[in-house]
């Protein structure tokens, strides 16, 4: 196992792509909160990753041995992206825009809150990283 | 997509709704103009700000940025339009110097107003400063973020 690239590592690196991203996705859906028409965005990240970490190790798992192989099961880490997903079934204005600013503010400030507690994380396993390095001292 | 690009959204949206403040704004300040600037016989019409969501340019770049799952670039404002809908108010005042002067027309003595509901002006007013301090919060989340991502490894 490489010490330095774990898969706590990658984990929270992911994560922290996604709660980036969101954060951008949530700054356009405020920012166009009177835009006419306008659909609110979403990202998807969490429950695919929580799949992925119920199904460890794998129950069932197809073996791809072509790039054009479709995944059996659910994916494996190294395909697990954020993914925005656009809400267009819903209506909350007359002018056709579906951006609720009440829960676009807390998802806003939740997300900042996880971005943060993911650093601190980060942070923690690098400080173990360096603990180990210096021999304990 | 860079690190500022959550700010960069944000700015646009301040942007936008900075801008619809001055249409509002001004449309108060003009609620009892009778002359408007290109028509002296006409009041002051109402303007209305038009917000369309910032696309990718052209039709292939905007669908390889849904390829790409990219998030928007945020808002800008599509136009600045007349309302030419809502019809002018009219008072009675013969003595006044905008008044129709024209013995034949039904409305003969009547002033025209501009068409300026200052009520639905101050409602869009205050919907503009929240609708700022929203972004403002958005600005400050992703600031926030950036400063705690320089944080890491520290």
């Known amino acids: 196992m490489n010490p330095i690239s774990t898969k706590t590592l990658d984990i929270l690196e992911r994560s922290l792509d996604a709660a980036s991203l969101r954060q951008k996705v949530l700054a356009n859906n405020i920012a166009n909160v009177d835009t006419p028409n306008f659909k609110r965005s979403d990202v998807s990240f969490e429950a695919t990753l929580q799949a992925y970490l119920d199904d460890d190790p794998p129950v069932l798992q197809g073996n791809l041995t072509h790039p054009r192989h479709l995944p059996i099961g659910v994916q ?7 993914e925005i997903v656009v809400e267009d079934s819903t209506a909350v204005n007359n002018n056709g825009n579906n951006v609720d600013i009440d829960s676009e503010m807390t998802q806003l400030a939740v997300n900042q809150i996880k971005y943060n507690a993911l650093i601190q994380q980060l942070n923690g396993q690098f400080a173990k990283l360096r603990t180990v390095i210096q021999g304990g001292r | ?4 690009d959550g700010i960069n959204i944000s700015a646009s949206g301040l942007t936008a709704q900075r801008l619809r403040m001055d249409v509002i704004a001004n449309n108060i300040a003009n609620a009892q103009s009778t002359r408007s600037a290109d028509n002296p016989n006409l009041p002051y019409q109402r303007q209305r700000v038009i917000f369309a969501p910032i696309a990718a340019e052209g039709a292939f770049a905007s669908i390889l940025q849904g390829k790409l799952q990219a998030p928007g670039q945020g808002v800008r404002v599509a136009a600045v339009e007349k309302d030419n809908e809502t019809p002018f108010k009219l008072v009675y005042d013969p003595s006044h110097p905008d008044a129709i002067k024209d013995p034949n027309d039904p409305n003969y003595g009547f002033v025209r107003l501009p068409n300026v509901d200052v009520t639905a002006e101050m409602v869009d007013m ?6 700022y301090e929203a972004n403002v919060t958005a600005v400050n989340a992703a600031k926030g973020m950036a400063l705690k991502a320089l944080e890491i490894g520290k």
């Open chain 2, 126 to 131: 205050i919907d503009a400063s929240r609708a």
């Open chain 2, 1 to 4: 997509m860079g690190l500022f």
């Open chain 1, 76 to 82: 494996p880490f190294n395909q697990i992206q954020p």
